[in-house]
């Protein structure tokens, strides 16, 4: 019994790693995202309180993404800098001083001198080195690469690294796939967006296999698919459970191919985003050796310009223009309207969310990062019955165990 009790605890141990933890953190996360922007937007919606600019929240949540990657790039480069850097130039600078070095020359006058030099104490020895040492490394403070110094540069050659420029083809990516899924949901019902969108699954792994060279055996396939009808089973539950209301058949006024083509570019370039941001993120080249975090901050710059440049054009940006105190006053206010002290944990939550799925992919891949979408949706569904009175339908629990027994099947 003890050995069985010990096996099963080494078990556990071994699965408590790295892209275990950050696996149910991205899980947990997205189950309590979607909580959230439920959460708000009904509570707006009942308390007949003015809701916040879907695209603004948007752009203020890359910007604040972009705040916290920039505070952890700063910690990574302290962290190297205190553990790395500071013993690496010290043992240089002491290497480059004992190449300098020349013996002392010794003066011999007489032969008791040569008697006297000779029987010197130990003590006396020891003396004489320490002083030669003492003499011999005086590292000159101009010369010496100070902490704050290598932080600094470290800092600078991080951020302004060549590489950054490659972050904005995925950010333009993830940009566009934004704006598609806007363009599909004005013309489309949400059901079908939300069962076509999961074709990205498919995309994502047939994208995985071409570009990054990655080997899927035949159940793995098989278990893709599953996963994906699953999901969709699942959806079309939840809408039914909700007593969502549908529009009937043919009064929904839309045009049926171009919400189905948005859908479809949509699930197309976030897959590609995803597959870019994996390459990049796994990359061992020189020309990308960059932290995790700083990678995170360029794209999260990238897609602050993106949205900012986008929303310039809607004119949505037009009343911070103006060169009266007054005028730029109100357009903040306008700007942040509806934006309450819930919507900021939201956007909070969901930034987090953005830096965890780049963790997620970078430890392990795209495909569980799916996984991780796919668990948080039954764990939704379980928070929403105790939060919305919510009753999952057979439907509903049907697609959740497609899916489910997809996720056993494809690992083992």
């Known amino acids: ?45 009942a308390a007949g309180a003015e809701r916040f600019a879907v695209m603004h929240a948007v752009l203020i949540q890359e910007a604040i993404k972009f705040i916290v990657s920039l505070a952890w790039c700063v910690i990574d480069v302290w962290r190297y800098v205190r553990e790395h850097a500071i013993e690496r130039n010290e043992k240089e600078l002491i290497l480059d001083r004992l190449d300098e070095m020349q ?29 030669l040492l003492d003499a011999s490394f005086q590292f ?40 598609c899924v ?10 079908l967006f939300q069962v076509t969108y999961q074709s990205r699954i498919i995309i994502t792994a047939v994208f995985m296999s071409v570009f990054l060279g990655r080997c899927f055996l035949f159940r793995q396939w098989v278990a893709l698919v599953v996963l994906a009808l699953g999901v969709s089973v699942a959806q079309l539950g939840d809408r039914t459970a909700s007593g969502a209301e549908r529009s009937p058949e043919g009064s929904f006024k839309g045009d049926y191919t171009v919400g189905i083509v948005a859908t479809i570019l949509s699930a197309t370039t976030s897959s590609a985003a995803s597959v870019i941001m994996e390459s990049f993120l796994k990359s061992r080249s020189s020309s990308m050796s960059l932290f995790t975090s700083t990678k995170n901050l360029h794209l999260a710059l990238h897609s602050v310009l993106c949205f900012a440049v986008f929303q310039a ?10 060169s009266s105190n007054a005028s730029f006053i109100d357009a903040v206010r306008n700007y942040f309207r509806g934006f309450d002290g819930l919507v900021w944990v939201m956007l909070v939550v969901q930034a987090i ?13 795209n495909i569980v990062r799916t996984f991780a979408a796919v668990i948080s949706i039954a764990l939704s569904g379980l928070c929403s019955s105790y939060l919305y009175a919510f009753c999952p339908s057979a439907t509903f629990l049907v697609g959740n165990s497609l899916s489910i027994g997809a996720i056993v099947v494809y690992n083992f």
């Open 103 to 131: 013996p002392l020359p010794i003066k011999v006058n007489t032969e008791s001198d040569v008697l006297r030099s000779s029987y010197l104490s130990n003590s006396e020895e020891i003396n004489c080195k320490d002083n």
């Open 1 to 45: 019994m003890r050995i069985y009790l010990f096996g099963f605890c080494k078990r556990v141990v071994s699965c408590c790693s790295k892209q275990f933890f950050f696996f149910w953190f991205l899980t947990f996360q997205n189950a309590m995202a979607v909580l959230l922007i439920s959460y708000t937007q009904e509570r707006q919606l």
């Open 140 to 179: 000159p403070a101009s010369k010496t690469p100070g902490r704050w110094r290598l932080f600094k540069n470290g800092i600078v050659s991080e951020l302004f690294h060549p590489s950054a420029f490659r972050m904005l083809l995925p950010a333009l990516l993830y940009g566009f796939q934004n704006c």
């Open 313 to 322: 054009l809607n004119g949505s940006l037009g009343g911070f223009t103006e």
């Open 353 to 365: 969310g953005g830096l965890l799925v780049a963790v997620v992919i970078k430890y392990s891949d």
């Open 182 to 191: 806007y363009l599909a949901l004005a013309n489309i019902e949400p059901t």
